[in-house]
C-alpha cells in the first residue's frame, strides 16, 4: 500500500497560471519535504516542514510555496510557473527527533507548463 | 548548505564485476541514505547509515559511513544487469534537511 501518495502524477499547466500539487501520507510522519528535480539532474530542496514549522532553502524562488494543513497534508503552489519550473515534483516524508527512519518519497507529479 | 559530491557521474561496467560509487559531503551529517531511481521514476530507499561505521548490506549492494572522513560508499558485487539505474547519496544536516548528490548513472552491461 502505498505511504506517500502524490496528485496528480501528471499536471499540465499554461505559463503563468496558479497550479497546486498534493501530497498525503500514511504514516504520521512529523516531517515533510518538496523536492524539485529537472531532467537529468539531482532532486533540489526547496523546503521542508517540521510539525509546523515551515524551513524553506534560501535559493527557493517566491514563486514556490506550502501549505501544510494537517499532519497529514501537505501542498506545493506555483504561483506563476515559468518554462523553467517544468520538472518532476516529489513530496517526502520522515520521523525526526530522537529517531530517525527512513525517508519515503511519493511517486512524484510531473508537471509540464505550456 | 550541505555540498555532496558523488563519483563516478557515469559507470558502466560488465555483469559480474565489481565497483565502489564514492559519496563525499562537506559539512558534519548525522546520517546518510542512499536510494536508487529508475528512468522516469521515483527514488526507492535503499539503505540509511546512522553512525559513523555503520555497513548496511542488501543483495549486491553494501553501503557504508564513515562521519569523520564525511565519506560514504557504496560497493556493488558482482554486478547484474538488474542493477542498472541512478544511485544518489544524501547526507542529512542536523537541521534535518538532506540534500541529493550529483549522482551515478550505472549501466551493466550484459
Known amino acids: 500500500d502505498a505511504m506517500v501518495i502524490q496528485n496528480p502524477r501528471y499536471q499540465v499547466t499554461q505559463f503563468g497560471k496558479p497550479v497546486t500539487l498534493s501530497c498525503s501520507q500514511t504514516l504520521n510522519h512529523n516531517v515533510m519535504y518538496w523536492y524539485q528535480q529537472k531532467s537529468s539532474q539531482a532532486p533540489k530542496l526547496l523546503f521542508h516542514y517540521y510539525d509546523k514549522d515551515f524551513n524553506n532553502e534560501a535559493d527557493t524562488p517566491d514563486n514556490f510555496q506550502s501549505r501544510r494543513p494537517n499532519t497529514s497534508f501537505c501542498f506545493l503552489d506555483i504561483r506563476s510557473p515559468g518554462l523553467g519550473d517544468a520538472a518532476m515534483y516529489l513530496c517526502?516524508?520522515?520521523?525526526?527527533?530522537?529517531?530517525?527512519?527512513?525517508?519515503?518519497f511519493g511517486q512524484g507529479t510531473r508537471l509540464t507548463v505550456v | 548548505e550541505l555540498k555532496v559530491e558523488q563519483n563516478p557521474l557515469f559507470l558502466s561496467m560488465q555483469e559480474g564485476k565489481n565497483y565502489t560509487i564514492y559519496c563525499n559531503y562537506s559539512?558534519?551529517?548525522?546520517?546518510l541514505y542512499w536510494y536508487r531511481q529508475d528512468p522516469g521514476k521515483s527514488l526507492e530507499s535503499l539503505f540509511v547509515l546512522l553512525s559513523n561505521g555503520a555497513v548496511k548490506q542488501e543483495g549486491r549492494l553494501m553501503a557504508s559511513l564513515d562521519t569523520k572522513a564525511r565519506l560514504s560508499t557504496l560497493h556493488i558485487t558482482a554486478a547484474v544487469h538488474d542493477l542498472s539505474a541512478t544511485y544518489f547519496c544524501?547526507?542529512?544536516?542536523?537541521?534535518?534537511?538532506?540534500?541529493f548528490g550529483t549522482g551515478t548513472s550505472l549501466t551493466v552491461i550484459p
Open positions: 517526502a516524508t520522515s520521523r525526526e527527533g530522537g529517531f530517525h527512519t527512513e525517508a519515503f
Open positions: 559539512t558534519t551529517s548525522d546520517r
Open positions: 544524501a547526507p542529512a544536516n542536523t537541521g534535518n534537511q538532506f540534500y
